[in-house]
């Protein structure tokens, strides 16, 4: 819906990608905190497509799960805007463009307490446990309430950015 608040993940289904904690972060708010909020998921199925989709059925959650294929660059721009978050679970790194893109956007970061992801993001994302999907529901409830978070980690992601180069 129109007005729905989500969190994007741009990223290939593969297993170590991790969409199952968004998932079970998705029932968790919706669970035990009564919060819809969307998952928008894009990119290619590398072969975890459905398994990712059958899961979120069995979720309760296949109503807030958006897959919108490979998406175009020039759609890029407003699903990090219009974002609570983007939030990239991944177990692979360190060094991953969708932070560094929604840096660039002025959308907040999420990502994954791994020792390569704190050394891209340093302190302007915030931290979850890959395996903790409690953890990342609270986060996604801090972040849709509290604006002034949100304003910081994003002016902290624009003084990141200065630290990488086009090269």
Same mark, same amino acid.
């Given at each position: ?52 989709? !059958? ?12 897959? $919108? +294929?490979? &998406?175009?660059?020039?759609?890029? =721009? ?28 002025? !959308? ?12 891209? $993001? +340093?302190? &302007?994302?915030?931290?979850?446990? =890959? ?37």
């Amino acid at each position: 819906p129109k007005e729905a608040k989500f969190i994007f993940y741009p990223s290939q289904f593969w297993p170590h990608k991790n969409h199952r904690l968004i998932i079970d972060a998705l029932a968790d708010l919706k669970n035990s905190h009564g919060l819809e909020i969307y998952g928008i998921f894009c990119g290619s199925d590398c072969g975890n497509l459905q398994p990712i989709l !059958t899961y979120a059925q069995k979720s309760g959650v296949e109503n807030l799960i958006r897959h $919108v +294929g490979f &998406a175009p660059d020039e759609h890029m =721009p407003g699903y990090y805007k219009e974002a609570v978050a983007l939030v990239m679970p991944s177990y692979f790194g360190p060094t991953n463009m969708p932070p560094v893109e929604a840096f660039t956007f002025g !959308t907040p970061v999420v990502v994954a307490d791994l020792p390569g992801f704190r050394d891209q $993001v +340093g302190d &302007a994302a915030l931290l979850v446990n =890959p395996h903790d999907p409690q953890a990342l529901s609270q986060i996604i409830v801090k972040l849709s309430k509290d604006s002034e978070l949100c304003e910081n980690l994003i002016l902290k992601g624009k003084e990141r950015l200065l630290l990488f180069s086009d090269e």
